[in-house]
């Protein structure tokens, strides 16, 4: 009778049954289990303790990691409890959606690792070979759209798209930029380059205008997120894309007063919830680089669709 309430009492918590339900679908870690739930190692880790010591989880090692189940022996009745519990938290529809992010990532480094095995290929450096050049001949396969270039700043980036582009629309909020930018733009006969001062979350721009909406480092400066990237799905026309390219969170916390960073970047789980929320579909997220100098900054790409 003790267990039984004891079992009882650890499915009244939302988050042990949050826990249950995403361990019934994949083994995960400690790790994995703090960037689906948000939730920092102790409190992630203690509930895992309750949970292993009724007998709901259990766990194996596999070299440094530990990875957690729920247990095949529990009884029918709690199995179904669990299953009835965990559909009915309205936190389902995230978890799932970030445990498969946390699948893919898993996956990533898989095959990174075996892709570093295979040998140093572009490890070293062969002239002529770029990443700007690569970008200059990428962008003239796109096919001309307006472009909406979120937190532009002097515009660089916004310069290089103008080149295949329809229209690009660069937004920013600092009137020095905006009008640098518009100077440089007038300077080179970009015609098709316009400049507006305004801010992220209310740029002004024409709902349902554009077919790309771009946020290049510049979510992490703007005062709501969400709020940015509900007015980047408002001006997107059905079916156009979104892509963010911000930092991966991080613990540099003179970036506050170095670069006026408002937010110290985003984990993966975070930025998908964010671009689900505003109402995006399609979503993908990964970590595309890593800085080699301290405080050894990481990039995450993040695309989506309206």
Do not use: C
């Amino acid at each position: 009778m003790q267990s039984t309430l004891k079992i009882l009492k650890l499915l009244s918590d939302p988050t042990r049954l949050r826990i249950l339900r995403l361990l019934g679908e994949e083994e995960l870690t400690v790790a994995e289990l703090q960037q689906i739930l948000g939730m920092g190692q102790s409190r992630t880790s203690a509930h895992l303790a309750q949970l292993k010591a009724e007998e709901l989880v259990s766990d194996r090692r596999a070299g440094k990691n530990i990875y957690y189940a729920r247990a095949g022996t529990m009884p029918g009745a709690v199995a179904e409890l669990i299953a009835r519990g965990g559909e009915e938290l309205p936190e389902a529809t995230q978890d799932s959606a970030a445990l498969k992010l946390v699948l893919r990532k898993r996956q990533d480094k898989a095959v990174t690792y075996f892709n570093e095995l295979a040998g140093k290929f572009g490890r070293t450096y062969v002239p002529g070979r770029s990443w700007r050049a690569l970008a200059h001949g990428l962008l003239g396969l796109l096919p001309p759209m307006v472009i909406a270039d979120l937190g532009a700043g002097e515009g660089t980036l916004s310069q290089l798209l103008a080149r295949t582009a329809k229209k690009v629309i660069a937004i920013d909020n600092s009137p020095a930029m905006v009008e640098f930018g518009s100077k440089l733009a007038a300077e080179h006969g970009m015609k098709n380059l316009e400049y507006r001062l305004g801010e992220i979350e209310e740029p002004p721009i024409k709902a349902a205008s554009v077919d790309l909406a771009l946020f290049s480092q510049a979510l992490h400066h703007a005062a709501s997120p969400g709020k940015a990237l509900v007015a980047a799905h408002k001006i997107l026309k059905p079916g156009g894309r979104l892509i963010v390219l911000d930092l991966l969170s991080h613990s540099f916390e003179q970036a506050r007063t170095l670069y006026a960073h408002v937010w110290l970047g985003f984990s993966e789980v975070e930025l998908l919830r964010l671009i689900e929320k505003a109402g995006f579909r399609d979503a993908g997220v990964s970590v595309v680089s890593r800085e080699t100098r301290a405080p050894h900054f990481q990039t995450v790409l993040a695309t989506a669709r309206k």
